[in-house]
């Protein structure tokens, strides 16, 4: 009896699920309202389905008797459906982070490549740099040379016992000599030297000679000069400077003062050609004292073929040389080589020159 009950209801069961089998099967229309056959749908359309569905085979149902006045019309889902294209949703930019978007706009406001992808996370905004125009300078006026001979050691009015190192810059003659003297205060000679630098003619070189003197009072003023000659024995360059000289006591060293040229000539240059009888002179000059500036013209044999003077102030303000031009007539009757001489005199008690420059030239009528 149980066993029975328990069959039946298993039949129930399985009828209720054939049932509902069916239902999901084929669709039954009546004949009358059969639809025509569908064609296949295009690619475009299918592709622009609004609800794509998802292709999946259907397990046909069973063959069953048609009732009469029914017609069995295949559903589009009767029969396995082909896989549709799948729409595929085209993806939307997604937008750039703030700092993605100010890192775009770093490397595109300065012209620098930043990896891609990588923001610059902590980075300041460029700061302005402001580009520095260059500022016109003035150049400054080139300082006059250096003396031809300079006295460094000891200074102008120095008081000095014997013998005493003199430290000179010098540069030796065309014979190759430097002359130095020590004059007293009645213009003799107290010491007179010849040094011989053969090897060292057109050179700057440095000299220290020992000096030595004797004077019959305590002290006297003396007056050291050094100067060379060219090849005709005509004085090239000379400088001096005043000392005391004590027969006792102890050195009282003074420092040495402006060592540069005190004559510079503009124009003429070296050797240039002069005509016209008259030679037009521009220069600079620093008056070593108060008594005005000699120019002469000298021959190769030492004579004087032209002369003038001219008092030149002392330079002002911070000009370390005074201007000056000045015009010198001259005598010659063939081409004649000369010698430009600058030179100023002694204004104390010890005569003779105290300052000299020169140069060649070449005269003309």
């Not at 054939?18 to 309202?33: D, I, T």
């Not at 370390?320 to 010659?332: A, C, E």
Request: glycine share 6%; charged share 20%; hydrophobic share 35%.
């Amino acid at each position: 009896m149980t066993q029975t009950l328990m069959r039946g209801t298993t039949r129930a069961l399985c009828c209720l699920a054939f049932v509902l089998l069916a239902g999901c099967g084929a669709e039954w229309v009546p004949a009358e309202q059969a639809a025509p056959a569908i064609s296949a749908t295009p690619a475009a359309e299918a592709t622009t389905s609004p609800t794509p569905s998802l292709a999946a085979p259907v397990t046909p149902a069973p063959v069953t008797e048609t009732p009469p006045g029914l017609s069995r019309v295949s559903s589009p889902s009767a029969s396995p459906r082909a896989a549709r294209p799948t729409r595929t949703p085209t993806p939307s930019p997604t937008p750039a982070s703030p700092e993605e978007q100010l890192a775009t706009f770093y490397a595109e406001a300065t012209g620098t490549a930043t990896a891609a992808g990588t923001p610059l996370r902590g980075r300041r905004a460029p700061t302005r740099t402001r580009t520095n125009t260059p500022t016109p300078t003035i150049t400054p006026t080139p300082l006059p040379p250096f003396a031809v001979l300079r006295i460094d050691r000891p200074g102008r009015m120095s008081k000095v016992i014997s013998p005493f190192r003199a430290e000179l810059g010098v540069t030796p003659g065309e014979d190759g000599s430097v002359h130095i003297d020590l004059i007293g205060e009645d213009g003799r000679y107290i010491s007179r030297q010849v040094l011989s630098y053969g090897s060292y003619k057109g050179k700057s070189i440095g000299i220290a000679p020992d000096i030595e003197f004797q004077i019959s009072a305590v002290a006297e003023t003396a007056r050291l000069v050094i100067f060379i000659n060219d090849k005709t024995g005509r004085v090239r360059n000379l400088t001096s400077l005043d000392l005391i000289l004590l027969s006792i006591g102890d050195n009282e060293i003074n420092p040495a003062e402006d060592q540069r040229e005190a004559y510079i000539v503009r124009k003429p240059k070296e050797d240039d050609v002069i005509t016209g009888g008259v030679l037009h002179l521009e220069g600079l000059a620093r008056p070593v004292n108060a008594s005005p500036l000699i120019f002469e013209l000298v021959a190769e044999n030492g004579s004087v073929v032209g002369q003038t003077s001219l008092t030149v102030p002392p330079p002002s303000g911070d000009l370390s040389h005074t201007p000056y031009t000045v015009d010198i007539p001259y005598i010659v009757n063939d081409v004649t080589p000369a010698r430009l001489v600058i030179r100023q005199e002694s204004t104390t008690r010890i005569p003779g020159i105290v300052e000299l420059s020169s140069r060649e030239l070449i005269l003309a009528p």
